[in-house]
């Protein structure tokens, strides 16, 4: 989309495609990518680094389909990733609180 618009819409696209195809696509969010912290393994470098792949959103849906599968593993249940949006959205929001200015007093 950027070549139509000047514009990144990583997230935009990615609700477009979750809207369409609810289970293959997470949503995209920068807030959320923040909170993914895991390290990519070298399989999933390979498809990050893949020609005319989006890195951005490829990173981010590596991390988060490797972060969903090791809680899927210990909690033995499957988690859809619209489910797994919702954890993520959470998550960001609980950090924004944590680390938003305090006002007043």
């Given at each position: 989309m950027k070549?139509?618009?000047?514009?990144?819409?990583?997230?935009l696209a990615s609700k477009?495609?979750?809207f369409h195809f609810p289970k293959l696509f997470f949503i995209y969010d920068s807030r959320v990518a923040g909170v993914l912290k895991?390290?990519?393994?070298?399989?999933y470098q390979a498809?990050?680094?893949s020609p005319g792949v989006d890195q951005v959103y490829a990173s981010f849906?590596?991390?988060a389909l490797d972060e969903r599968n090791s809680i899927?593993?210990?909690?033995?249940?499957?988690?859809?990733p619209r489910a797994f949006d919702c954890i993520l959205i959470h998550l960001a929001n609980e950090r924004l609180k944590h680390t938003a200015p305090r006002r007043g007093g």
């Open positions: 070549d139509i618009t000047g514009l990144e819409k990583r997230s477009y495609l979750h895991r390290k990519l393994g070298e399989s498809i990050v680094n849906f590596c991390k899927e593993g210990r909690v033995k249940k499957t988690i859809s």
